[in-house]
T-cell receptor, first 115, second 113 residues
Framework: EPEVTQTPSHQVTQMGQEVILRCVPI?????FYWYRQILGQKVEFLVS????????KSEIFDDQFSVERPDGSNFTLKIRSTKLEDSAMYFC?????????????FGPGTRLTVT | KQEVTQIPAALSVPEGENLVLNCSFT??????LQWFRQDPGKGLTSLLL?????REQTSGRLNASLDKSSGRSTLYIAASQPGDSATYLC????????????FGTGTRLLVSP
């Protein structure tokens, strides 16, 4: 069964460093998302992406964050200058229009630890 | 602003019991409601999706119902097993389908043998 994959599974970085989190969505899906979950808290929406542009972003998704679909298969989240509070699990998701369902499928996540 | 609440926050039951998890949302203008399962330190597995025009969906021992007008959904798990132990999350999106999901805080379920 097709699935969303994410790399790396765990990333440790120092405050102020740039990180790139990578995702390979399900191949025929057209809508892509990033969410994050700080330990013990709710899963929070960051950004959605469709037709090579951002369709919606949350107030968390400030100028430090960017997304890109560089080659038609990968979908990346870049954090330019990481802060301690960026430590979280980051989930990529994708969806398609199937009978109007837009069911979102999630990857296994990347645990980001900022020290 | 959409708020999603799940009750109870934690539930511990012996194997074989039937159980109900509750989800409520404040804005009834939803497109979909999805139930997910999350194992510790892992990703989210989609269990069931109910479109706003539907009343319920079933998959195996799971049955999810939706009462959109009252802003409620329930997830019914029949004949629970230790392998059902996980956190169950519900999430809704607005009435254009590809919009963001808004998640509840989850119900942590422990099924003991």
């Amino acid at each position: 069964e097709p699935e969303v994959t994410q790399t790396p599974s765990h990333q440790v970085t120092q405050m102020g460093q740039e990180v790139i989190l990578r995702c390979v969505p399900i191949s025929n899906h057209l809508y892509f998302y990033w969410y994050r979950q700080i330990l013990g808290q709710k899963v929070e929406f960051l950004v959605s992406f469709y037709n090579n542009e951002i369709s919606e972003k949350s107030e968390i998704f400030d100028d430090q964050f960017s997304v890109e679909r560089p080659d038609g298969s990968n979908f990346t989240l870049k954090i330019r200058s990481t802060k301690l509070e960026d430590s979280a699990m980051y989930f990529c998701a994708s969806s398609e229009i199937l009978a109007g369902r837009y069911e979102q499928y999630f990857g296994p996540g990347t645990r980001l630890t900022v020290t | 602003k959409q708020e999603v609440t799940q009750i109870p926050a934690a539930l511990s039951v012996p194997e074989g019991e039937n159980l109900v998890l509750n989800c409520s949302f404040t804005d009834s203008a939803i497109y979909n409601l999805q139930w997910f399962r999350q194992d510790p330190g892992k990703g989210l597995t989609s269990l069931l999706l109910i479109q706003s025009s539907q009343r319920e969906q079933t998959s195996g021992r799971l049955n999810a119902s939706l009462d959109k007008s009252s802003g409620r959904s329930t997830l019914y798990i029949a004949a629970s097993q230790p392998g059902d132990s996980a956190t169950y999350l519900c999430a809704v999106n607005r009435n254009t389908g590809f919009q963001k999901l808004v998640f509840g805080t989850g119900t942590r379920l422990l099924v003991s043998p």
